[in-house]
């Protein structure tokens, strides 16, 4: 990374608008996931182990902002349930996400939130099922939180790590949360191919496909 590229983004971080940006990427990202949130909130988490931005901050801006965004998400749920049903693909993830919900609740939107791709599609069916809006509330709430949490804390440990090098800080960021990830996919897929029936595997990949087409 070039000093003038690194210098740029330490003018960024260190301004008083990284708070309102924080913010709007995680709100737009939960309708919009093309939006790089958890990299900017990651970013943000490593520069403030140089004491700025304020981590606190960042953490409640994130935390807002996707409860925001998820709710705004929920909201065209509600409006589009008639296309969530409709088609082969996505009414089988109408089908079960409803399942979903019955089984666990509102559990399922803190799980989503860890899964790629599942953050979205969750929130847009559980408002197309008319998930009541107080439940959804509290457990996304409660997803936001622990995400930004996550997200901001895994930055500002690898800051620490390399509190003198920003650019090994964040690739060190970044990689535990790409690992992360991955892991979280492969017990995933591992669960699903153990306790799965045949049929309802199906479901759930076309829940993501449905997410990204109306995402798209």
């Given at each position: 990374?070039?000093?003038?590229?690194?210098?740029?983004?330490?003018?960024?971080?260190?301004?008083?608008?990284?708070?309102?940006?924080?913010?709007?990427?995680?709100?737009?990202?939960?309708?919009f996931?093309?939006?790089?949130?958890?990299?900017?909130?990651?970013?943000?988490?490593?520069?403030?182990?140089?004491?700025?931005?304020?981590?606190?901050?960042?953490?409640?801006?994130s935390?807002?902002?996707?409860?925001?965004?998820?709710?705004?998400?929920?909201?065209?749920?509600?409006?589009?349930?008639?296309?969530?049903?409709?088609?082969?693909q996505?009414?089988?993830?109408?089908?079960?996400?409803?399942k979903?919900?019955?089984?666990?609740?509102?559990?399922?939107?803190?799980?989503?939130?860890?899964?790629?791709?599942?953050?979205?599609?969750?929130?847009?069916?559980?408002?197309?099922?008319?998930?009541?809006?107080?439940?959804?509330?509290l457990?996304?709430?409660?997803?936001?939180?622990?995400w930004?949490?996550?997200?901001?804390?895994?930055?500002?440990?690898?800051?620490?790590?390399?509190e003198?090098?920003p650019?090994?800080?964040?690739?060190?960021?970044?990689?535990?949360?790409?690992?992360?990830?991955?892991?979280?996919?492969?017990?995933?897929h591992?669960r699903?191919?153990?306790?799965?029936?045949?049929?309802?595997d199906?479901?759930?990949?076309a829940?993501?496909?449905?997410?990204?087409?109306?995402?798209?």
């Amino acid at each position: 990374m070039s000093h003038a590229l690194l210098d740029l983004l330490n003018d960024v971080m260190t301004s008083p608008w990284v708070y309102l940006a924080l913010f709007a990427l995680a709100a737009v990202d939960g309708f919009f996931p093309a939006v790089p949130s958890e990299t900017a909130v990651i970013t943000a988490g490593v520069f403030a182990a140089t004491g700025r931005p304020n981590l606190a901050l960042v953490i409640l801006v994130s935390a807002l902002g996707a409860f925001a965004g998820d709710h705004i998400s929920y909201l065209i749920g509600r409006s589009s349930v008639g296309r969530l049903r409709r088609g082969r693909q996505a009414g089988a993830a109408f089908a079960w996400a409803s399942k979903a919900l019955a089984e666990r609740g509102g559990m399922v939107l803190v799980i989503a939130r860890y899964i790629p791709g599942g953050r979205t599609a969750v929130t847009l069916t559980m408002g197309a099922v008319r998930h009541p809006l107080r439940s959804f509330s509290l457990f996304d709430g409660l997803a936001a939180g622990s995400w930004a949490v996550y997200s901001a804390l895994i930055g500002y440990f690898g800051g620490m790590a390399f509190e003198n090098d920003p650019v090994k800080g964040l690739l060190l960021g970044f990689g535990v949360a790409m690992a992360i990830a991955a892991t979280t996919e492969v017990v995933r897929h591992l669960r699903r191919r153990r306790s799965v029936p045949v049929g309802e595997d199906g479901s759930r990949e076309a829940l993501a496909e449905a997410g990204a087409s109306r995402e798209g």
